[in-house]
């Protein structure tokens, strides 16, 4: 007959088998022929992120604007450099200025170049702006610039001329007690390729 040693040995053998393909079944996975093994120095410098912007200094101060003929001119510059520190990455930014609709100013924007020049190039176009209203009812114009590159191998300034035109035929009292807004934004971030 059947020996008992014998069937314990089935039993274990069969026991075995179903575990390890119910194993296999439930958990694949891979066997690696080769291994590798390295050691190796990693210096951990942080990226020193620079990036300047001067008109956090400079504040638009909306009681010195008056309606005349001669435009009110703010400077601010974009900079990937601080006297002899360069930024370590590159940065792209999008220059986007904010403002309420509540007077009748007219914007010009110049990048790199005097704005009194016959060739001056105004980057406020029908193209860039747009207006909308916001939750409380508040009309904005937005003007929306196109993204540019600082590259950290490259010092560079971009410096700006915001122009605010107040004409004086708007001489209107119902401006008197009016607040307008004016907000620069500079969107900045690290590329990464």
């Given at each position: 007959m059947f020996n008992k040693k014998n069937i314990l040995l089935i039993s274990k053998i069969n026991l075995f088998l179903i575990s390890f393909f119910i194993t296999l079944v439930l958990f694949p996975f891979t066997l690696s022929k080769y291994q590798t093994t390295s050691t190796g120095n990693v210096n951990s410098n942080i990226a020193f992120y620079l990036f300047k912007t001067d008109y956090q200094v400079q504040r638009i101060k909306l009681a010195d604007i008056k309606p005349s003929s001669v435009p009110n001119v703010y400077t601010f510059s974009i900079s990937n450099q601080n006297n002899s520190k360069i930024s370590d990455v590159d940065i792209e930014y999008i220059l986007?200025?904010?403002?309420?609709?509540?007077?009748?100013?007219r914007y010009q924007l110049y990048k790199n170049e005097d704005y009194q020049s016959n060739d001056a190039t105004n980057l406020i176009n029908g193209n860039n702006?747009?207006?909308y209203q916001d939750d409380d009812?508040?009309?904005?114009?937005?003007?929306?610039?196109?993204?540019e590159e600082l590259l950290y191998s490259t010092p560079k300034t971009n410096n700006y001329t915001l122009v605010v035109y107040y004409?004086?035929?708007?001489?209107?009292?119902k401006y008197q007690d009016t607040v307008e807004s004016i907000r620069i934004i500079i969107d900045s971030k690290q590329i990464i390729d």
């Open positions: 986007r200025i904010v403002t309420t609709t509540n007077i009748p100013l702006t747009t207006i009812g508040t009309y904005f114009q937005k003007f929306e610039f196109s993204t004409d004086d035929t708007n001489k209107e009292f």
